[in-house]
C-alpha cells in the first residue's frame, strides 16, 4: 500500500522540522543565531492515468487524469538572515552590525570564517580576538596603555591613551557580503563558512551602500521568535499524529483484507 | 454469480488509491503552496455478456480523475526579503525549467553564487525579461504588490504572474512545480497580487481529512464484509446443492 510510504514520509519530515525548532529554541539566546526555517516539497507524482489521454474510439479526452503523489521531503533547510534586536551590554568590545555585513574571523587552519556575533575580546597581545580566541580581520591592536576606546559607526576604532588628550586610530573594521547569504555553510561556534553557494565575499567597510554599521557596547540578539517557534512546534506534532492515523489506516484496511478467507 | 464481488472489488481499488491521495495531502500539510487533491470517482456501467433483458448490467466504480483545489492557502509571515506569496487564485510564478517553463506556488526563492534569483531546487525564476539577476551589493531588495522590485530605489525587473484559462491543463510535477500538458498559453494574472516577507502554507484542511480517512476505512471494511458474504454465500449453496443424500 503505497499510503505506508507516503505518511512515512510525511513523518520523517515533520521530525525534520521539530530537529529544526528545537535547534533554534535551544539557540534562543545565542548571539547573533539566525533561525533556522524547514520548506517543503511535494515528492513525485505516479501518472496512473496521462491527463489528455483518449477515453474512447470518439476522441474523447481524460479531462484531468489521475495522479497519486509519493508523500514529502525536505526542499531546502535555510536561515532566516533577518535582522536580530541589537542589546546593549556595555562590553567595552561588544559590537553588533547593524545592517547587512559579516565580521571576518582568521581560523587557526589558515580560513577566513565569517560571524554576526560581536562579543569580542583583546587577548595577550592586545588583539582583538573571538571568543575563542581567533583574530578578527583585518587585524586591529589595542596599546595597553588605552584608557578608554570607541569605534564609530564605520567601524573606525579610536582609542584614548594615558595623558593624551586626541583619540588615536588603531584600525579599521571590515564587513563582508555575500550574493547568497543563505548558502553559507555554520560550522558550529557562531561560524561561518564561504561556499560556492555563498559566492565569493565582498568586502567593505560598515556604513557604505550594502553594509551595515557597526554600533559598539551592543551585540546582536538571536532572531528567534519565541512565540513563532512554539506555534510551529504544536503545528508539527499535530501534522506528525495525523501521519500516523494514516499509517494506523492504511494497516487497519490491510487487516480487514487479510481476514477475508474463502 | 461472482458479480458482486467484482462490484465489490471495483470499490475496494478505487478506496485504496482514494487513501493514497489522503495519505498525499496529509504529508503535505505542511508544504509551502501544496493544492490540496482528491480522486474523483464516478459509476462504470458494465457490457451485458448477453443481450439479456430479464437481469439489470452490473455497475462497477471507476476512478476517472484527480481534481485538484486551487484555493488560496493562508498566508504565513516568514520575515524573509526573498520569501513571497501570491494572493490571487491560479496564478503562478514562472520559472526555467530545462527547455521549457514551469509553475509553482512555492515562493521561498533564493540567489545563486552569480546573483540570480531561483527557487530552492535551482530553477531560475523568470521576470518580464527573463532571469531576474540582482546586485546584492545594492542592499535588499524590495517587491511591490505587482511584482516590480526595486533596489536602493531603481526598479530592476519585475517578477511575472501567470494564469492558465483552464486550470485542468497543469499536472504536478513534484517538488512544488506544476508543467502545462497542453498548447495553451498562460496570459498575465494582472489581479494577483505579490506580498513580500511571507510564504503561503498548504490549503489542506486537516479536518476533512481526517474525516475522509474515517469514511474510507469504514466504507473499505463495509465493502470487505459483502465480499465476504457473497463468498459465504456461494460456499454454502455449493455445500447444500452438493449434497447427496
Known sequence: MRALRTAASGMAAQQLNVEVISNNIANMNTVGFKRQRAEFQDLLYQNVERMGAQSSSQGTVVPTGIQIGAGVKAGAVYRVTEQGTPTQTGGRYDMAIDGRGYFQVLLPSGETAYTRAGNFAVNGEGQLVTDDGYAVQPNIAIPQDAVDISISKSGQVQVITQGEPEPQIVGQLELASFFNEAGLEAVGDNLLLETAASGPANVGTPGEVGFGEILHGYTEASNVDAVAEISALIIAQRAYEMNSKVITTADQMLSVSAQVKS | ?245
Do not use: C, W
Open chain 2, 1 to 245: 454469480m461472482e458479480n458482486a464481488a467484482y462490484a465489490g472489488l471495483s470499490r475496494q481499488m478505487t478506496l485504496r488509491r482514494e487513501l493514497d491521495v489522503v495519505a498525499n495531502n496529509i504529508a503535505n500539510a505542511d508544504t509551502t503552496g501544496f493544492k490540496v487533491e482528491q480522486l474523483l470517482v464516478g459509476t462504470e456501467v458494465g457490457e451485458r455478456a448477453r443481450n439479456a433483458f430479464v437481469r439489470p448490467g452490473v455497475s462497477f466504480v471507476l476512478d476517472n480523475g484527480v481534481g485538484r483545489d486551487y484555493g488560496q492557502g493562508a498566508l504565513e509571515q516568514t520575515g524573509r526579503t526573498l520569501d513571497f506569496a501570491i494572493e490571487g487564485e491560479g496564478a503562478f510564478f514562472k520559472v526555467q525549467d530545462g527547455a521549457g517553463e514551469a509553475y509553482t506556488r512555492d515562493g521561498a526563492f533564493t540567489l545563486d553564487p552569480e546573483g540570480r534569483l531561483t527557487t530552492q531546487g535551482g530553477h531560475a525564476v523568470l521576470g518580464d525579461a527573463g532571469e531576474i539577476i540582482l546586485d546584492r551589493t545594492l542592499g535588499e531588495p524590495q517587491v511591490g504588490a505587482d511584482g516590480t522590485i526595486s533596489q536602493n530605489g531603481q526598479p530592476v525587473g519585475r517578477l511575472s504572474v501567470v494564469r492558465f484559462a483552464t486550470l485542468g491543463v497543469l499536472e504536478k510535477g513534484g517538488d512544488g512545480l506544476y508543467r502545462n500538458a497542453s498548447n495553451a498559453a498562460p496570459v498575465e494574472a494582472n489581479d494577483a497580487r505579490i506580498r513580500q516577507g511571507m510564504l503561503e502554507g498548504s490549503n489542506v484542511n486537516p479536518i476533512l481529512e481526517i474525516t475522509n480517512l474515517i469514511e474510507i476505512q469504514r466504507a473499505y471494511e463495509s465493502v470487505t464484509r459483502m465480499i465476504e458474504n457473497t463468498n459465504d454465500l456461494s460456499r454454502r449453496s455449493v455445500e447444500r446443492l452438493g449434497r447427496v443424500s
